[in-house]
């Protein structure tokens, strides 16, 4: 290995320690009302090349947004790390359904009944049973995907009783610029509600807010990655 790629490796796993311990932290501060904080790198619009370091330091859940993207950069380093656990956090498109079942181990943003039921073909068609979110749209915004708050238990009961999926639990994002607690209250809620143990909620600027509401999945990418280009409104 080149100085170059031991000094890439060097700095991810010391950004890595540093997120690892706020975790342990905020776990620590706050109860923890989980039992385990997973910490998913979000390593959106960066190339394999930056991604791997982390992957040598020890990461090894990963989201992405896009399953194209996905398809491009995972394959070769699924080769090398086959232990990764990729999930998808990003709006999926039903005709990328069949994509995404076989490139992803999970899938973050079930939102609306049509894709479950394509997920669920999917997933029969390959043999194969995913674990999945369903993504609430938690401050009810236009410009946002997700299934309304008032009709997410409901929806995790149709996901499982008629389409079969295995719901594990609820992920939102909460609205830019107004405090994020009172919406990772209201997920953790939902959560109850729905009788599901997982909850993906909490980024790189609020992650130990989210972790004293209860999550169980932080998505970290700024922190970990550095800035990225603008993606519109859907970041994390």
Not at 76 to 105: S, W
Not at 144 to 150: L, M
Not at 174 to 196: D, K, S, T
Request: net charge neutral; proline share 6%; charged share 25%.
């Amino acid at each position: 290995m080149d100085d170059t790629r031991l000094d890439a490796s060097a700095a991810a796993a010391e950004r890595l320690a540093i997120i690892t311990r706020e975790i342990a932290r905020a776990r620590a501060r706050f109860g923890p009302p989980a039992e385990e904080v997973t910490l998913v790198a979000v390593s959106k619009t960066f190339a394999a090349e930056a991604v791997r370091p982390y992957l040598v330091a020890g990461q090894r859940v990963f989201g992405e947004n896009r399953v194209q993207e996905a398809k491009e950069k995972w394959p070769a380093l699924r080769e090398a790390f086959p232990d990764l656990e990729l999930h998808l956090i990003g709006p999926l498109q039903t005709n990328k359904a069949r994509d995404a079942v076989m490139l992803f181990d999970v899938i973050q943003s079930v939102d609306r009944e049509k894709l479950a039921r394509v997920l669920s073909e999917e997933m029969a068609r390959a043999g194969k049973q995913l674990p999945v979110f369903v993504q609430v749209n938690i401050g009810e915004e236009e410009q946002k995907a997700g299934i309304a708050p008032s009709e997410a238990v409901a929806f995790v009961k149709t996901c499982r009783t008629t389409y079969g999926l295995d719901v594990r639990g609820l992920m939102c994002i909460p609205p830019e610029g107004q405090p994020a607690g009172p919406y990772f209250a209201h997920l953790a809620q939902l959560g109850r509600e729905a009788g599901v143990k997982a909850l993906s909620m909490g980024m790189s600027g609020d992650f130990a807010t989210a972790i004293a509401m209860g999550a169980t999945h932080v998505r970290v990418g700024s922190a970990l990655f550095g800035s990225r280009p603008p993606q519109g409104m859907d970041q994390r």
